[in-house]
T-cell receptor, first 111, second 118 residues
Framework: DAKTTQPTSMDCAEGRAANLPCNHS???????VYWYRQIHSQGPQYIIH???NNETNEMASLIITEDRKSSTLILPHATLRDTAVYYC????????????FGQGTELSVKP | NAGVTQTPKFRILKIGQSMTLQCTQD?????MYWYRQDPGMGLKLIYY???????DKGEVPNGYNVSRSTTEDFPLRLELAAPSQTSVYFC?????????????????FGEGSWLTVV
């Protein structure tokens, strides 16, 4: 499985965009990029996923570079409730579609 | 539609005891997963299943067993509990990749089961 590298922690001012980077330089053509977040010890919450095109939903945008070796999750207007650990994960469907979590980025949104 | 339901939510076990964590989903998902999360750490995959009757080991399977007799249920069995198994356990489920659009599918997580072995 391709591994991901994320910064350990980041800060963001409330109301500003939060840009969370992820490196997945060994990603293969059949692996998807997923983003999840976890608030305290709750179950991980799905945010967004993509294969090679940029994606947007009501929570966030996902920008994947053309070579697919890195991606950025964008929370357009961060709020205090967005404070959480964010996980960038690559998922391969021919291996049972399992998600292998790394350490994630601890995002702190500050007033 | 309840999603992914785990029971019990909290449990204290004595060393050497056994127990089963129950997980059920009502979304007709064929993929199911068990993860554990130790304090301050990321989630580690214990076992997963791609359909009824099929299971496979994840990253940290030792000390655990699973079965998948139905699409809905994926119980996790702890035999001879040890303090190292004190953790939060998450069950998850997902549908398959869309064969026509090749779009991935969301993995839905349960609320977690807190297990302490003393």
């Amino acid at each position: 499985d391709a591994k991901t590298t994320q910064p350990t922690s980041m800060d963001c001012a409330e109301g500003r965009a939060a840009n969370l980077p992820c490196n997945h330089s060994t990603i293969s053509g059949n692996e998807y990029v997923y983003w999840y977040r976890q608030i305290h010890s709750q179950g991980p919450q799905y945010i967004i996923h993509g294969l090679k095109n940029n994606e947007t939903n009501e929570m966030a945008s996902l920008i994947i570079t053309e070579d697919r070796k890195s991606s950025t999750l964008i929370l357009p207007h961060a709020t205090l409730r967005d404070t959480a650990v964010y996980y960038c994960i690559v998922r391969r469907y021919n291996q049972g579609g399992k998600l292998i979590f790394g350490q994630g980025t601890e995002l702190s949104v500050k007033p | 539609n309840a999603g992914v339901t785990q029971t019990p939510k909290f449990r204290i076990l004595k060393i050497g005891q056994s127990m089963t964590l129950q997980c059920t989903q009502d979304m007709n998902h064929n993929y199911m997963y068990w993860y554990r999360q130790d304090p301050g750490m990321g989630l580690k995959l214990i076992y997963y299943s791609v359909g009824a009757g099929i299971t496979d080991k994840g990253e940290v399977p030792n000390g655990y067993n699973v079965s998948r007799s139905t699409t809905e249920d994926f119980p996790l069995r702890l035999e001879l509990a040890a303090p190292s198994q004190t953790s939060v356990y998450f069950c998850a489920s997902s549908g398959p990749r869309d064969r026509e659009t090749f779009s991935g599918n969301t993995i839905y997580f349960g609320e977690g089961s807190w297990l302490t072995v003393v």
